[in-house]
């Protein structure tokens, strides 16, 4: 367990590092020629000791609030840690913020200052300056801002960014966080530096022996996740604590992120069930189109099987992969397996999984292929992580056992509270909601889980998600629909009954298999309305809800279904930007789809 910070920020580690170290690659950078060039410690410690000193020449000053809106790229974390350095808080924004969110995470924060993407992320801003009076500056990423802040900070003398440097403390606040917000307007989570320190030092000494593919070699992760994100920031954190090689990529998308994991060869990542899913259905695709599917599912179910008997030998309750299991695991190694971890650039052994919950199989496949999934738990308000799978015993299915350090506690109602150094001081502006959720330093997540016999936690739903069917039965719409959106051709799945005589579902379409799946068919391709209507993808759907009804009473089941036409998207208001569903929107969006599933 890593001790509680006594001095110090989260920008001194830059420093230490370039000093003990300057030669060693601490970041990727890719250029505008497509390659990566590193970028070693004491590059990056120069460049972040101008950026400083162009932020004090700007009239940046120690406790000043100053907003970064953009995508994930390597600047982000050259200005977090520049802000870091004077003692200013970061307050992140979502790239795809709209207008109304943009101004209300300005004005709560009393943000003096903005650093901006691109030209459109400008004009969002342009069209509520006139409601921030307290807006002072406005810099732009793409307009030469890095340039720029390094030209205005030539004549402060380093002695001066380092007087602010040793002012901050661990108690000092270093970022507000606005969570995303499933429901009602977001809130900041003030998150200090001891916070970012306890979380990141406490994962890189208990799980920093899977941050490698194999003992001795470089350690690296490629950063996909949105940096406006708490588990994004958190991975930034521990990265450059941690001596992790950090790159970054800034698209959340299979098709954009797939080639970059391929030349920057990670060998470790952290992602979000969708990219792991994304991973199994591209090779399983490919198997179809090459005729192999039924050697591929036979590779799935040894994968499945392997890694399952691994378990249980971890566990106690079994002796481990029998040796014919061992050999027809081998079999599928080359043909199977290795192309899946080749997707992934080849070198990742391990990942750690977090933001929504990952299917047990999945978890069990992606470990029988060789890459184990550490899946985890948190929320903002504990700055990411709270409870993650330990490596030499991790139970698939589960969000694994508290961090060391950290409480998890289940109330009367089910409800999980989580106690711990990374647990945050409470909500800027906002001492009612903050005290809603903190008790004598107990955070009560909202969530609904339990805990096994080894302590390891399952999280079964969120209080205000749980569906009551106008029959008065309860129940829990996220098992469901995460069984119904394993099968391949599905990308979405909300479960609707509140108050209504019984559970009925949602669906979208993953437009890519779709068209594998026509092709694979021989039917020609259709259009939205059409394909909605085809009777044999309606059979596919129906055999996903059939499994996912398996899971629960028959009073708990989905009893009926609608395949919609369009994806839920974040841009019209129905995802987070870290792709959970706002439930309460979608149902508004779609009300007349929903009345339909009920006459």
């Not at 003692?87 to 943000?111: C, K, N, R």
């Not at 589960?398 to 106690?419: F, K």
């Not at 339990?450 to 205000?464: H, Q, S």
């Amino acid at each position: 367990m890593a001790t509680a910070p006594q001095v110090g920020g989260l920008a001194d580690v830059v420093f230490d590092h370039a000093e003990t170290d300057p030669y060693r690659v601490a970041l990727g950078r890719k250029g505008e020629d497509g390659l990566w060039h590193d970028v070693p410690s004491a590059q990056f410690r120069d460049e972040v000791l101008a950026i400083a000193k162009g932020l004090l020449a700007h009239g940046v000053r120690f406790g000043d609030r100053v907003a970064i809106m953009s995508r994930t790229r390597y600047e982000w974390t050259l200005f977090d840690f520049a802000l870091w350095t004077v003692g200013a808080q970061p307050v992140p924004i979502y790239p795809t913020a709209s207008a109304e969110q943009v101004f209300w995470t300005l004005h709560d924060a009393g943000v003096s200052a903005c650093m901006v993407e691109h030209e459109d992320h400008a004009m969002t801003i342009a069209s509520v300056i006139d409601r921030l009076p307290q807006l002072k500056r406005l810099w732009q990423l793409d307009a030469g801002a890095e340039a720029e802040l390094a030209r205005a900070g030539v004549d402060i003398e380093d002695e001066v960014v380092h007087r602010h440097r040793r002012a901050v403390t661990p108690d000092s606040v270093a970022t507000v966080i606005y969570t995303s917000g499933t429901t009602g307007r977001p809130k900041g989570c003030v998150i200090t530096h001891a916070n970012f320190m306890y979380e990141t030092d406490t994962a890189i000494t208990r799980w920093e022996s899977v941050f490698h593919s194999k003992p001795g070699d470089e350690a690296s992760t490629l950063l996909f996740l949105p940096l406006a994100h708490v588990f994004g920031r958190m991975i930034e954190v521990a990265a450059i604590r941690g001596r992790v090689k950090l790159g970054h990529q800034p698209v959340l998308s299979a098709h954009a992120l797939m080639p970059d994991l391929v030349a920057f060869r990670p060998t470790f990542i952290l992602a979000v069930p969708y990219i792991f899913e994304k991973v199994y259905s591209g090779a399983r695709r490919k198997a179809e189109a090459a005729g192999k599917l039924g050697a591929f599912d036979k590779a799935v179910e040894v994968a499945v099987r392997y890694a399952e008997a691994l378990e249980q030998r971890a566990f106690g309750t079994g002796p481990g992969p029998s040796a014919s299991l061992r050999l027809q695991h081998q079999f599928f190694e080359k043909a199977v397996y290795g192309k899946v971890r080749d997707a992934m650039g080849g070198r990742v052994r391990h990942a750690m999984s977090g933001g929504s919950a990952m299917e047990r199989q999945l978890g069990l496949f992606f470990a029988g292929a060789g890459v184990t999934i550490y899946e985890g738990y948190g929320l903002t308000e504990s700055t990411a992580a709270a409870t993650a799978n330990p490596p030499e015993r991790t139970r698939y299915g589960t969000v694994g056992q508290p961090l060391p350090g950290t409480t998890v506690h289940i109330a009367d109602d089910g409800e999980v509270w989580l106690h711990g150094g990374q647990v945050f001081s409470g909500y800027l502006n906002d001492p009612k909601a903050t005290d809603a959720v903190l008790h004598d330093g107990w955070l009560a997540t909202g969530d609904i889980g339990a805990l096994d016999d080894d302590g390891y936690l399952t999280i079964t739903g969120r209080k205000k998600e749980i569906i009551v069917t106008s029959g008065g039965k309860s129940v829990s719409p996220i098992g469901l629909e995460e069984r119904v959106r394993s099968h391949p051709l599905v990308a979405q799945c909300l479960v609707v009954g509140n108050d209504r005589p019984y559970i009925a579902a949602l669906v979208t379409l993953d437009q890519e298999a779709v068209d594998h799946w026509l092709q694979m068919h021989n039917k020609p391709p259709l259009n939205a309305a059409d394909l909605v209507r085809d009777p044999d993808l309606e059979m596919e759907v129906r055999r996903a809800v059939v499994a996912a009804n398996t899971l629960v009473s028959q009073a708990e089941s989905i009893r009926t279904f609608r395949i919609l036409a369009h994806q839920f998207s974040e841009e019209h208001g129905l995802l987070t930007p870290s792709l959970k569903l706002k439930r309460k929107a979608t149902e508004a969006a779609y009300r007349v789809e929903v009345d339909a599933l009920y006459r």
